[in-house]
């Protein structure tokens, strides 16, 4: 059944003469994002397979399909074998070789990493640079703009966007409002990049591009959190299928909540005893490094995780907890120390699960194609 028409309220006069000339934009986009999200999941298909799939009429198809094929996004694929008598049907399929998306990682511990992807997340082209020193944002900055040119010349197809995750604090409209460890502050880094490249360009928390990921490509429920640990500690939460924000967009972020009385090592952020201090791929390494037992820097990083999580998980009424970072760390003592923990100390979640995340160290290159699907494409 075709899908009732948005009444529109706009004063553009495109009703001038009787008759309404041009689909209202809101409606337009919305039935456009309906095609595409249709043709990203299921596949290839004729023009009466996608009105039968999105509801919206042959005709409305048609001139939608023949808007996005001329926008480069859409591709005709030829006929299809005719199941019946009468002509085959011609398919068509979102360009999925031809259109490319780059993603930015900077949560790494040693780099940052790079990559061109297509539309279904497989990395094309990889590239990967040293990060600088502690705080020098200055440099981190150049290296992340000379990584992006490198990374546009390499790629082959048409670049949809650009999609960043970075440490730190991120407003609604990519300014990284603070990154303790880069040494960013108020950095509008999303305009800046969008002004240099003249591409869409997103910018956001790398534990929130990660738990988008895990969301939408990591098979997560609805209540869950993540938690990124690597080069510091991040989270996402997700509440009834909706990334949380939080009042000052750091829903999540656990990395510099002070865990325990003891007083702790100092942090980058100057307080001491944060979680990072605890829990982090660097704290973890130099512990590791100064001669300490590496079974007890792990338990207590496992430990400390859970006594931080704890009450986020009691009082949201979480199904599971997701760890993403370098497997050698996590995945063993660190994960089962984080899960018997966090069982013994949350009332009524015996059985919650702590779990690695199945999207390994690509997370937050798949989450940056997750938003780019998401912001240019209307995706879901
Ligand atoms: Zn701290």
Not at 235 to 251: K, N, T
């Amino acid at each position: 059944m075709p899908k009732t028409v948005l009444t529109t309220h706009t004063a553009t006069g495109a009703g001038r003469g009787g008759r309404v000339k041009a689909l209202p934009d809101q409606m337009r986009q919305h039935n456009r994002s309906l095609v595409l999200t249709a043709l990203f999941h299921d596949g290839a298909m004729s023009r009466a397979d996608l009105a039968r799939t999105t509801g919206l009429t042959r005709v409305t198809i048609s001139a939608l399909v023949g808007d996005l094929v001329t926008a480069g996004l859409v591709r005709e694929q030829g006929a299809r074998e005719a199941s019946g008598p009468g002509k085959p049907a011609v398919v068509v399929d979102l360009d999925r070789t031809g259109l490319t998306i780059i993603g930015v990682d900077l949560s790494g511990s040693h780099e940052i990493r790079g990559a061109v992807l297509d539309l279904s997340g497989t990395v094309l082209h990889r590239s990967n640079v040293r990060r600088p020193a502690d705080g020098d944002a200055s440099e981190t900055l150049a290296i992340l703009e000379r990584l992006i040119d490198d990374l546009r010349e390499s790629a082959t197809g048409r670049v949809l966007g650009v999609g960043v995750g970075t440490p730190g604090i991120v407003s609604d409209t990519g300014v990284v409002v603070a990154s303790p460890d880069i040494g960013w502050h108020d950095l509008p880094l999303q305009e800046n990049l969008r002004e240099r490249t003249g591409l869409p360009v997103y910018v956001a928390n790398d534990a929130d591009v990660a738990t988008l990921a895990e969301r939408t490509l990591g098979g997560a429920g609805e209540n869950f959190m993540l938690l990124k640990i690597d080069r510091g500690v991040g989270g996402g939460v997700v509440v009834r299928g909706e990334l949380a924000r939080g009042s000052r967009y750091a829903a999540g972020e656990v990395g510099h909540v002070t865990v325990g009385t003891d007083a702790g090592r100092l942090c980058a952020c100057g307080r001491r005893g944060c979680l990072e201090t605890w829990a982090s791929v660097r704290t973890i390494e130099t512990r590791i490094s100064e001669g300490e037992p590496a079974e007890r820097v792990l338990r207590e990083a496992g430990e400390r995780v859970s006594i931080a999580i704890a009450p986020v998980v009691g009082a949201l009424d979480l199904s599971e907890v997701v760890l993403s970072g370098p497997v050698q760390h996590l995945d063993g003592l660190l994960r089962d120390t984080a899960e018997r923990t966090l069982r013994e100390r949350v009332f009524l979640h015996d059985d919650v699960q702590v779990r690695m995340s199945a999207l390994g160290e690509d997370v937050v290159l798949l989450g940056a194609t997750a938003m780019l699907l998401h912001g240019e494409l209307g995706i879901t």
